[in-house]
């Protein structure tokens, strides 16, 4: 399952992410399924867009047998986050 928060971002995000991800909550997407490369564009797709006005913040993350704590985050935006693995345990550092 993928995850996609955003917050205080333009309405074209939301429109872009409703189209592809259901809005479970204000701001939160779900998708049970996506492909990683399809991921990957999306995300591409986010910061680009994020580039243009840096405001306001995403995050995304995706189960991932390959890291730490199974899973992957990827974020952009302020408040900046920080990932910390700590013994395993993945932990979100302001």
Same mark, same amino acid.
């Given at each position: 399952?993928?995850?996609?928060?955003?917050?205080?971002?333009?309405?074209?995000?939301?429109?872009?992410?409703?189209?592809?991800?259901?809005?479970?909550?204000? $701001?939160?997407?779900?998708?049970?399924?996506?492909?990683?490369?399809?991921?990957?564009?999306?995300?591409?797709?986010?910061?680009?867009?994020?580039?243009?006005?840096?405001?306001?913040?995403?995050?995304?993350?995706?189960?991932?047998?390959?890291?730490?704590?199974?899973?992957?985050?990827?974020?952009?935006?302020?408040?900046?986050?920080?990932?910390?693995?700590?013994? $395993?345990?993945?932990?979100?550092?302001?």
């Amino acid at each position: 399952m993928i995850t996609i928060v955003v917050r205080t971002l333009e309405p074209r995000f939301h429109g872009f992410l409703s189209s592809i991800m259901l809005e479970v909550s204000q $701001g939160v997407f779900v998708q049970p399924s996506m492909s990683s490369s399809i991921r990957d564009t999306v995300w591409q797709t986010l910061a680009d867009w994020y580039e243009e006005t840096r405001n306001g913040s995403i995050l995304m993350f995706w189960p991932s047998r390959k890291q730490n704590g199974k899973l992957m985050i990827r974020t952009l935006g302020e408040p900046s986050r920080e990932v910390v693995d700590f013994d $395993g345990l993945l932990l979100i550092k302001k």
